[in-house]
């Protein structure tokens, strides 16, 4: 209990990766821990593509970038991505999707692999290229991009890829 609550405390988001894959071992645990994120009535309505593919990946942050009017890799070179979509057809799909990426996160810093959540995903499979590449890897068009986890490993050379933790606002909590 005591590294869970630590782990939650010492995740940060990273922003420069090295150009070396995701261990398996650690990739199906991170995995894993993102089909246990609790769900509305149990319904399950996310889905998460796993893209370790250098062309895939490179196509889905071509389109990230080109929706987020950025000319750099919003994916700061992160080798592994994993996409949340969930169905839009069961209510609680939203919340169960990001659950999904609260857990993904959270699992990989667990296991000493660095991620970040990347916004856009929905955006990115309401174009044209976005439902080809649904159809593509036969999810139904109606799947909502949810967001992107990237995994990797940070590149300690490069300057400002985590940023210091901020203090948490004194009114966080409220008791009443």
């Known amino acids: 209990m005591k590294e869970t609550l630590i782990d939650l405390k010492e995740r940060r988001s990273c922003r420069a990766y090295l150009d070396q894959q995701v261990e398996k071992e650690a990739l199906d645990a ?74 993904l996160l959270n699992a990989a810093h667990a296991v000493g692999v660095d991620s970040c959540y990347i916004f856009r995903a929905k955006e990115v499979f309401e174009t044209e290229e976005g ?29 400002g890829a985590f940023r210091p933790l901020l203090p948490r606002k004194p009114d966080y909590v409220r008791y009443v």
């Open 131 to 159: 439902k080809a590449l649904l159809r593509e890897w036969g999810i139904p068009e109606r799947y909502e991009g949810i967001g992107n986890c990237i995994l990797g490993y940070r590149d300690p050379a490069a300057n």
């Open 30 to 103: 991170i995995l894993e821990a993102g089909t246990y994120a609790p769900t509305g009535r149990g319904r399950q309505a996310p889905l998460i593509v796993c893209v370790q593919d250098k062309a895939t990946r490179d196509r889905l942050s071509a389109l990230n970038a080109k929706v987020g009017g950025y000319t750099t890799d919003p994916f700061y070179g992160a080798p592994t991505l994993l996409v949340v979509l969930s169905d839009p057809e069961i209510n609680t799909y939203l919340y169960d999707g990001v659950l999904v990426m609260g857990n």
